[in-house]
C-alpha cells in the first residue's frame, strides 16, 4: 500500500512564501505521477489548483506555483493571503490508482 | 458550467449497502471519466474509484472487494455501492470529474466536485 506524505501542519506570515510538499512511500515523485493540488476550506469541497506537476486551472491564483523538488511534488505560495489559510491536499496517481496525501493544514499568521 | 450533485440516504445500517448516485447537469457525462472520492469526519481526503463513461472501472485496492461502481448515461448520472459498510465507512461522499476518457492525460483532471454528502453508517 503507497503512502503519500504531507507536512501535517505549517505556519506562514501575511505576504510571506511558503512551500507545501508531497513524498511517495513509492520513491521519488515524478511527471508519471501527474501531482495534482487541492485547496480545501471548512466544510466544502475540495477545490482544484494544479494539476499535472504545475498546471494551474483557470481560476487559480498566479501566487499559487507547483514543481518536482528534492523528489517529491512541491506547492509554494507566494505573496500569503489570511485567505489561503486552509487544507492542502496532494494527488498522485499510480499505474491506474490515485492516492491522496494526508493533508496539510497551513496557518496564516 | 457543470455541475455535479450527490444523493442518497444519509443513514445507512451495518452491514448494509450504501448507495449513491451523483448527477451531472450543464453538461454530458460522455467524454469523461467520473470518480467517488470519501472524507470521514475530521480526517483526509480517500480517492474511492472512477468509472468511464463506457462503464469501465478501477477501484482503490482497499475497497475493491466492497465497491462497486455504474454509469447511465440516458440519465447524466454515475452511481457509488458500498457493500457490507461498517462505522469506518462513514464519510462525506464526493464525486468529481476525473477527465477525458479519451485522452486524461492530456488534462485536466478532477476539476469539478460535488457539494458532498454525508453517509453516517449507524444502527
Known amino acids: 500500500q503507497i503512502v503519500v506524505t504531507q507536512e501535517p501542519s505549517l505556519t506562514v506570515s501575511p505576504g510571506g512564501t511558503v512551500t507545501l510538499t508531497c513524498a511517495s512511500s513509492a520513491g521519488a515523485v515524478t511527471t508519471g505521477n501527474y501531482p495534482n493540488w487541492f485547496q480545501q476550506n471548512p466544510g466544502q469541497a475540495p477545490r482544484a489548483l494544479i494539476y499535472?506537476?504545475?498546471n494551474r486551472h483557470s481560476w487559480t491564483p498566479a501566487r499559487f506555483s507547483a514543481s518536482l523538488l528534492g523528489g517529491k511534488a512541491a506547492l509554494t505560495l507566494s505573496g500569503v493571503q489570511p485567505d489561503d489559510e486552509s487544507n492542502y491536499y496532494c494527488l498522485l496517481y499510480y499505474g491506474g490508482a490515485w492516492v491522496f496525501g494526508g493533508g496539510t493544514r497551513l496557518t496564516v499568521l | 458550467q457543470v455541475q455535479l450533485q450527490e444523493s442518497g440516504p444519509g443513514l445507512v445500517k451495518p452491514s448494509e449497502t450504501l448507495s449513491l448516485t451523483c448527477t451531472v447537469s450543464g453538461g454530458s457525462i460522455n467524454k469523461y471519466i467520473w470518480s467517488w472520492i470519501r472524507q470521514p469526519p475530521g480526517k483526509g481526503l480517500e480517492w474511492i474509484g472512477y468509472?468511464?463513461?463506457?462503464?469501465?472501472?478501477t477501484y482503490n485496492p482497499s475497497l475493491t472487494s466492497r465497491v462497486t461502481m455504474s454509469v447511465d448515461t440516458s440519465k447524466d448520472q454515475f452511481s457509488l455501492k458500498v457493500n457490507y459498510v461498517t462505522a469506518a465507512d462513514t464519510a462525506v461522499y464526493y464525486c468529481?470529474?476525473?477527465?477525458?476518457?479519451?485522452?486524461?492525460?492530456?488534462?485536466?483532471?478532477?476539476?469539478?466536485w460535488g457539494h458532498g454528502t454525508l453517509v453516517t453508517v449507524s444502527s
Open positions: 468509472i468511464y463513461d463506457s462503464g469501465r472501472t
Open positions: 499535472f506537476t504545475n
Open positions: 468529481a470529474r476525473g477527465g477525458y476518457s479519451h485522452a486524461w492525460t492530456t488534462g485536466p483532471v478532477f476539476d469539478v
